[in-house]
């Protein structure tokens, strides 16, 4: 079965601490995205990935990174520069950018701060 | 990026049908409305996209007037499990600008 998975479910993070979510995809998907939804709230989005060894900042990119080094990978690292990292974190992919194209998306991570 | 208005929450009877009307004055030629769902601790999940007039899937129904300054979500004879967060989103057919997920309208289904 094609789709997204994301791991782990929840993470706990020190603070000052880097923490790494993991996003893989078997779709074949050209695009990736990530992004951040607070309790209540819509979702909000923090790097988007194109295609391999590219990615762009969305609205909320600080304090945040990530890396495409293969098609199938997108993680992205919450740093210690992230004051508020406490958040439910989701990872998307869609053949293509563009808003025309689904997006796919795993069942999230849940980050929260000890 | 055209912006999109929904209602915060709506509550409905198993088995009625269910409109949830979006707001886009200001979408764009090549704009696509798209609708997800989101049901708690997981991602959204696709459902619908039209450009205009009606589309109609195995799920939903989404009317486009001509206009295509509002669409209706039409979910046929609810129940308790389409009890979920729905989001409308518009955007560029093409191009690069990022999609926006507003706060949906929470739809709560009562038996």
């Known amino acids: 079965d094609g789709g997204i998975t994301q791991s782990p479910k929840y993470l706990f993070r020190k603070e000052g601490q880097n923490v790494t979510l993991s996003c893989e995809q078997n779709l074949n998907h050209d695009a990736m995205y990530w992004y951040r939804q607070d309790p209540g709230q819509g979702l909000r989005l923090i790097y988007y990935?194109?295609?391999?060894?590219?990615?762009q900042k969305g609205d909320i990119a600080e304090g945040y990174s990530v890396s495409r080094e293969k098609k199938e990978s997108f993680p992205l690292t919450v740093t210690s520069a992230q004051k508020n990292p406490t958040a439910f974190y989701l990872c998307?992919?869609?053949?293509?950018?563009?808003?025309?194209?689904?997006?796919?998306f795993g069942d999230g991570t849940r980050l929260s701060i000890l | 990026l055209a912006k999109t208005t929904q209602p915060i929450s709506m509550d409905s009877y198993e088995g009625q049908e269910v409109n949830i009307t979006c707001s886009h004055n200001?979408?764009?030629?090549?704009?696509?409305i798209t609708w997800y769902q989101q049901f708690p601790s997981q991602g959204p999940r696709f459902i619908i996209q039209?450009?205009?007039t009606k589309v109609t899937n195995e799920v939903a129904s989404l009317f486009i007037p001509a206009d295509r300054k509002s669409s209706t979500l039409s979910l046929p004879r609810v129940s308790l499990s389409d009890t979920a967060v729905y989001y409308c989103l518009v955007g560029p057919g093409s191009g690069n600008t990022p999609l926006v997920f507003g706060k949906g309208t929470r739809l709560s289904v009562i038996a």
């Open positions: 998307a992919s869609s053949v293509y950018r563009g808003s025309n194209q689904p997006q796919h």
């Open positions: 990935s194109q295609i391999v060894n590219d990615f």
């Open positions: 200001n979408i764009a030629t090549n704009d696509y």
């Open positions: 039209g450009y205009k």
